[in-house]
T-cell receptor, first 113, second 115 residues
Framework: AQSVAQPEDQVNVAEGNPLTVKCTYSVSGNPYLFWYVQYPNRGLQFLLK??????LVKGSYGFEAEFNKSQTSFHLKKPSALVSDSALYFCAVGFRGYSTLTFGKGTMLLVSP | DTEVTQTPKHLVMGMTNKKSLKCEQH?????MYWYKQKAKKPPELMFV???????INESVPSRFSPECPNSSLLNLHLHALQPEDSALYLCASSQAPAGGYNEQFFGPGTRLTVL
């Protein structure tokens, strides 16, 4: 069975500092990995995905993520956090031939001024 | 147009009411999804439509009835709901086939309260 873990319920970072939101996965086979962000009272918004190829994926709003097969991780990063990045972040995994995504529990990111 | 729209934004209904949630997209996507989301939790998949046919029903109670009238529209008919059904209901769409490497585009959701 596939699973996704986001080990931190909340991440706090000061504006201007780099941020990392962690995601690890447990699957057999080759996963497709996604990051979504959810602002208060809104739907989820796609940030980036890894399918194959270059392990460093760049996405929207200056976010990037690195696929690490040996550590089964797909951490989300940004070099310089903004207060407006404060939101709930979900990591998700999908597979070829499967219609569903498996979501992590979510990590709340709080960026302080 | 890269937007998924959902109506209404908010809905309050009694346990004996019948209501419907609507979702629309004009991105040419042939896969559409209904999710239920409780506060600060990940979305839970309810239904998947692929090419206007129901392909996945995640053991959802029959008081929820989905409908896909055409490739742009998705409805969720509600009847005899329970208070525990109160949640944010999210619609999403993606290129077909559903899932796999296709990212999903989400609507803003309908906040449902069942009294």
């Amino acid at each position: 069975a596939q699973s996704v873990a986001q080990p931190e319920d909340q991440v706090n970072v000061a504006e201007g500092n780099p941020l990392t939101v962690k995601c690890t996965y447990s699957v057999s086979g080759n996963p497709y990995l996604f990051w979504y962000v959810q602002y208060p009272n809104r739907g989820l918004q796609f940030l980036l995905k890894y399918i194959t190829g270059d392990n460093l994926v760049k996405g929207s709003y200056g976010f990037e993520a690195e696929f690490n097969k040996s550590q089964t991780s797909f951490h989300l990063k940004k070099p310089s956090a903004l207060v407006s990045d404060s939101a709930l972040y979900f990591c998700a995994v999908g597979f070829r031939g499967y219609s569903t995504l498996t979501f992590g529990k979510g990590t709340m990111l709080l960026v302080s001024p | 147009d890269t937007e998924v729209t959902q109506t209404p934004k908010h809905l309050v209904m009694g346990m004996t009411n019948k209501k419907s949630l609507k979702c629309e997209q004009h991105m040419g996507h042939r896969a559409m999804y209904w999710y239920k989301q409780k506060a600060k939790k990940p979305p839970e998949l309810m239904f998947v439509y692929s090419y206007e046919k129901l392909s996945i029903n995640e053991s959802v109670p029959s008081r929820f009835s989905p409908e896909c009238p055409n490739s742009s529209l998705l409805n969720l008919h509600l009847h005899a709901l329970q208070p525990e059904d109160s949640a944010l209901y999210l619609c999403a769409s993606s290129q077909a086939p559903a899932g796999g490497y296709n990212e999903q585009f989400f609507g803003p959701g309908t906040r449902l309260t069942v009294l």
